[in-house]
């Protein structure tokens, strides 16, 4: 299986998390912040779309693509910049320039923080994003769940109550 955007952003998030959702293990239906990240996008580019196009690659999909400057633009509700999100948008580069699409960039935007982060691929990037990959392919072959996190790091974790069950008030 190759990994997808997703695989890559629990990558850089918590390794348990990846292997959970690699093995079908899915929380995030119960999540108000995904929830949140969807309506988000639905109601944030209404009057863009017409410009950008949803491309899928290797499995990912890219919800924002603008073909005609080559920039991917992905958005997150998220009120701190985390390198799970760059490293999400640098593998979907990526992917764009392993299908042929050379020098394309990407932009996160965050409506909340009222900010926008500039993503590139360089040369010198592309073995890190295929570092990722090995590390994903071995997290998701392996037979043994990892272990949590610090649990300060879990709260806005749509796992939490999973990996938290034997903690929850009766
Ligand atoms: S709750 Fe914490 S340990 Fe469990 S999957 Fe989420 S981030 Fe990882």
Avoid at 15 to 44: C, D, F, P, Y
Avoid at 116 to 142: A, F, H, K, N, Y
């Amino acid at each position: 299986m190759f990994p997808t955007a997703t695989l890559v952003n629990y990558l850089h998030l918590c390794h348990r998390k990846l292997w959970l959702h690699a093995n079908h293990i899915r929380m995030e239906h119960t999540s108000e912040a995904v929830a949140e990240g969807k309506q988000l996008h639905e109601h944030a580019y209404p009057q863009r779309t017409e410009r950008y196009r949803e491309i899928t690659l290797d499995g990912s999909v890219i919800d924002f693509y603008d073909p005609y400057n080559k920039v991917v633009h992905e958005m997150k509700k998220s009120d701190k910049m985390e390198h799970s999100h760059i490293a999400q948008v640098q593998f979907y580069l990526y992917l764009l320039q392993k299908n042929g699409v050379e020098g394309a960039t990407g932009l996160i935007e965050y409506p909340k923080l009222r900010q926008t982060q500039q993503v590139s691929l360089t040369e010198e990037d592309v073995p890190m994003v295929e570092g990722w990959i090995r590390v994903i392919e071995q997290l998701v072959d392996s037979e043994k769940c990892p272990g949590r996190i610090a649990k300060s790091k879990c709260r806005s974790c749509s796992y939490f109550d999973f990996c938290y069950v034997e903690e929850l008030p009766e």
